[in-house]
């Protein structure tokens, strides 16, 4: 079941004077429990595609669907909703928030909401990432691979039904990361997600059930 | 549950809480620059007011205090005894003083002289605060003296004093701080007997028992000077004591604003510490909305963290202010609790609600800045 579509997607920029084309008419879909990755040199438009699938940014042209749904023309308000409830973000760098633990950071996106208690669900992600033995533990106190699964443990915590990594094995070395995939590609069957991954990471493209290579933002 | 529990389930206040705590030492300082403000603003009332009681209390009895002297227009040289009996039908209840006064010399034995007020007066005891010695209701035969004037003369209590061929024995001193009238120069007190040869009164003091001085004022204007005839003079102290009052409200106002300055610079400090950590936090920020947080939960958290800031300074600039307040109390009115009355009071509070407001004041532009901060551009740097 498709989860994502984008139709005929372009995203132009203004830099000065210069008019840059991110993407140019650009056709993409996830399904659920697919890990599909997209690849391609910098400045190919991966970054700005990821953004338009996590409704991070609105295309110049073109048509965005999230479960069926048209959101295209929604407000910023409207895509923070559905960014809160639907989407789940994995990023190169963590970005976990230093002052908070390991179950603080998982339970993040559900903080504000009222009337909900996400802790036990959030030591549950994290004991199935195999960090049940550092819920309390801030990020400076974990290794890169841990940091990245407690990520992976936020992104899921409100049960999104596409999760999007960017680089999500950039900061790691070659066997943490492949514990990184490995779990990606669990969750994906387990939780029946679309993963959408962009990378430079020749070892992500072995896991992926699909590759789209961009190129001067065109699908090649 | 306790209040501190609630507030800990409100988002904002908890990841405002933490983030404060990230960097302790620029929290630190920001609080300070508010606890000064706060101290400068309350501490500066607080000395107003306590300036203003001590004023007060010297000008003392001077509120229940009328005096009638003969108007422009009086038909008399003075008040006349009928003025007077129709003076005590309207002032019934209060005490009347009718006096006589004039000027003489007061020769000592070793032959200085002294110029001195005389008043000629019944009721000496209620005009006059005694050094030593006693003020009798009915002064019949003695005098009394300024106590400068004896030191000068060197004259002493018992010691006979002579006016207009007679001769009085002083019964007592009169104390030299009394008020603002009859404290400069020499004085003497004898029986209004004495100057039987004046036939009118050059003043009479009314002590007002409890009923407002301004309203027997109006009385006695409304039966002696009718259709702006100025048959008396009446006055009291009431609007001197309005001008002192309003003197020191103007130097509040004056010291306030002094202080609020200090606040306002104390905002300005948050203002840069604020914009500094959300610059800092872009970062952070953006994934906050990437993951969904909202705008206005963006904005709610960092102007928390301003107001925090300003609610910490604040308490603890209150604290201070109301020490500072002690120690000015103690200092001019010997009584260090009258601090905690609304009057100084009231400016502790002002303080403490001009730092929350200037500190609310100044996170919201950061947290605004912050909330609308666009995700894809503060992920990128």
Same mark, same amino acid.
Request: hydrophobic share 40%; net charge negative.
């Given at each position: 079941?498709?989860?994502?579509?984008?139709?005929?997607?372009?995203?132009?920029?203004?830099?000065?004077?210069?008019?840059?084309?991110?993407?140019?008419?650009?056709?993409?879909?996830?399904?659920?429990?697919?890990?599909?990755?997209?690849?391609?040199?910098?400045?190919?438009?991966?970054?700005?595609?990821?953004?338009?699938?996590?409704?991070?940014?609105?295309?110049?042209?073109?048509?965005?669907?999230?479960?069926?749904?048209?959101?295209?023309?929604?407000?910023?308000?409207?895509?923070?909703?559905?960014?809160?409830?639907?989407?789940?973000?994995?990023?190169?760098?963590?970005?976990?928030?230093p002052?908070?633990?390991?179950?603080?950071?998982?339970?993040?996106?559900?903080?504000w909401?009222?009337?909900?208690?996400?802790?036990?669900?959030?030591?549950?992600?994290?004991?199935?990432?195999?960090?049940?033995?550092?819920?309390?533990?801030?990020?400076?106190?974990?290794?890169?691979?841990?940091?990245?699964?407690?990520?992976?443990a936020?992104?899921?915590?409100?049960?999104?039904?596409?999760?999007?990594a960017?680089?999500?094995t950039?900061?790691?070395?070659?066997?943490?990361?492949?514990?990184?995939?490995?779990e990606?590609?669990?969750?994906?069957?387990?939780?029946?997600?679309?993963?959408?991954a962009?990378?430079?990471?020749?070892?992500?493209?072995?896991?992926?059930d699909?590759?789209?290579?961009?190129?001067?933002?065109?699908?090649? | 549950?306790?209040?501190?529990?609630?507030?800990?389930?409100?988002?904002?206040?908890?990841?405002?809480?933490?983030?404060?705590?990230?960097?302790?030492?620029?929290?630190?300082?920001?609080?300070?620059?508010?606890?000064?403000?706060?101290?400068?603003?309350?501490?500066?009332?607080?000395?107003?007011?306590?300036?203003?009681?001590?004023?007060?209390?010297?000008?003392?009895?001077?509120?229940?205090?009328?005096?009638?002297?003969p108007?422009?227009?009086?038909a008399?040289?003075?008040?006349?005894?009928?003025?007077?009996?129709?003076?005590?039908?309207?002032?019934?209840?209060s005490?009347?003083?009718?006096?006589?006064?004039?000027?003489?010399?007061?020769?000592?034995?070793?032959?200085?002289?002294?110029?001195?007020?005389?008043?000629?007066?019944?009721?000496?005891?209620?005009?006059?605060?005694?050094?030593?010695?006693?003020?009798?209701?009915?002064?019949?035969?003695?005098?009394?003296?300024?106590?400068?004037?004896a030191?000068?003369?060197?004259?002493?209590?018992?010691?006979?004093?002579?006016?207009?061929?007679?001769?009085?024995?002083?019964?007592?001193?009169?104390?030299?701080?009394?008020?603002?009238?009859?404290?400069?120069?020499?004085?003497?007190?004898?029986?209004?007997?004495?100057?039987?040869d004046q036939?009118?009164?050059?003043?009479?003091?009314?002590f007002?028992?409890?009923?407002?001085?301004?309203?027997?004022?109006?009385?006695?204007?409304?039966?002696f000077?009718?259709?702006?005839?100025?048959?008396v003079?009446?006055?009291?102290?009431?609007?001197v004591?309005?001008? %002192?009052?309003?003197?020191?409200? #103007?130097?509040? !106002?004056? =010291?306030?604003?002094? $202080?609020? /300055?200090?606040?306002?610079?104390? *905002?300005?400090?948050?203002?840069?510490?604020?914009?500094?950590?959300?610059?800092?936090?872009?970062?952070?920020?953006?994934?906050?909305?990437?993951?969904?947080?909202?705008?206005?939960? %963006?904005?709610r958290?960092?102007? #928390?963290?301003? !107001?925090? =800031?300003?609610?910490? $300074?604040? /308490?603890?600039?209150?604290?201070? *202010?109301?020490?500072?307040?002690l120690?000015?109390?103690?200092?001019?009115?010997?009584?260090?609790?009258?601090?905690?009355?609304?009057?100084?009071?009231?400016?502790?509070?002002?303080?403490?609600?001009?730092?929350?407001?200037?500190?609310? !004041?100044?996170?919201?532009?950061?947290?605004?800045?912050?909330?609308?901060?666009?995700?894809?551009?503060?992920?990128?740097?």
């Open positions: 079941m498709t989860v994502i579509e984008l139709d005929d997607v372009v995203k132009r920029y203004r830099t000065g004077a210069e008019e840059i084309t991110a993407l140019d008419g650009v056709d993409f879909r996830a399904d659920r429990g697919e890990l599909v990755t997209i690849i391609g040199p910098s400045g190919s438009g991966k970054s700005t595609l990821l953004n338009m699938i996590g409704l991070l940014d609105t295309p110049t042209a073109g048509g965005v669907r999230l479960d069926g749904r048209e959101v295209t023309d929604f407000s910023e308000a409207e895509l923070t909703a559905e960014r809160r409830s639907g989407i789940g973000f994995v990023f190169q760098k963590f970005h976990l928030l002052m908070l633990t390991a179950t603080e950071n998982v339970e993040l996106p559900s903080m909401d009222t009337g909900v208690d996400r802790r036990d669900r959030a030591v549950d992600l994290l004991e199935r990432v195999g960090l049940g033995d550092r819920l309390d533990h801030r990020p400076s106190e974990l290794s890169g691979g841990q940091s990245q699964r407690v990520a992976i936020r992104s899921l915590i409100n049960e999104p039904e596409i999760l999007l960017d680089e999500p950039g900061n790691l070395d070659q066997d943490t990361g492949a514990t990184i995939l490995d990606l590609t669990r969750l994906k069957e387990a939780e029946e997600i679309a993963i959408v962009v990378t430079h990471d020749e070892q992500l493209v072995d896991y992926a699909r590759v789209v290579r961009l190129v001067d933002g065109v699908i090649q | 549950m306790s209040i501190a529990d609630l507030l800990w389930r409100v988002p904002s206040v908890q990841m405002a809480w933490r983030n404060l705590g990230r960097n302790r030492v620029r929290t630190a300082l920001a609080t300070l620059g508010i606890v000064i403000g706060v101290v400068a603003i309350a501490s500066l009332g607080i000395a107003g007011v306590a300036l203003q009681q001590q004023a007060t209390a010297d000008l003392g009895d001077l509120s229940n205090e009328v005096t009638v002297t108007g422009e227009d009086a008399e040289e003075g008040i006349t005894d009928e003025q007077v009996a129709t003076i005590r039908t309207i002032a019934s209840g005490t009347v003083v009718p006096e006589k006064t004039n000027v003489t010399a007061i020769e000592s034995r070793n032959g200085r002289e002294v110029q001195v007020r005389v008043t000629g007066v019944t009721r000496a005891s209620a005009l006059y605060g005694l050094a030593s010695g006693d003020a009798p209701d009915r002064l019949r035969s003695g005098a009394l003296l300024s106590n400068t004037t030191t000068n003369l060197g004259l002493e209590r018992g010691d006979p004093i002579e006016y207009d061929s007679r001769l009085y024995r002083i019964e007592g001193l009169i104390t030299s701080t009394e008020g603002f009238g009859s404290a400069t120069g020499g004085r003497l007190v004898v029986p209004v007997s004495a100057m039987n036939q009118y009164y050059d003043s009479v003091t009314i007002t028992d409890g009923r407002e001085a301004t309203a027997l004022t109006d009385d006695l204007e409304a039966r000077n009718e259709g702006g005839d100025e048959q003079d009446v006055r009291n102290f009431a609007d004591q309005q001008r %002192v009052g309003s003197f020191f409200r #103007t130097l509040n !106002l004056a =010291l306030l604003g002094i $202080g609020s /300055i200090s606040l306002v610079v104390a *905002s300005v400090a948050i203002l840069n510490v604020m914009l500094m950590s959300t610059i800092e936090r872009r970062g952070e920020i953006g994934v906050l909305r990437a993951v969904g947080i909202r705008r206005g939960e %963006v904005l958290m960092i102007l #928390t963290e301003a !107001l925090f =800031l300003g609610i910490l $300074g604040g /308490i603890l600039g209150a604290a201070v *202010s109301l020490g500072v307040g120690v000015l109390f103690h200092l001019l009115t010997d009584d260090p609790l009258l601090v905690f009355q609304w009057r100084s009071a009231q400016y502790v509070v002002y303080g403490f609600g001009f730092a929350v407001l200037a500190s609310g !004041l100044s996170g919201l532009y950061p947290a605004w800045k912050a909330a609308t901060n666009r995700p894809v551009d503060a992920l990128r740097g």
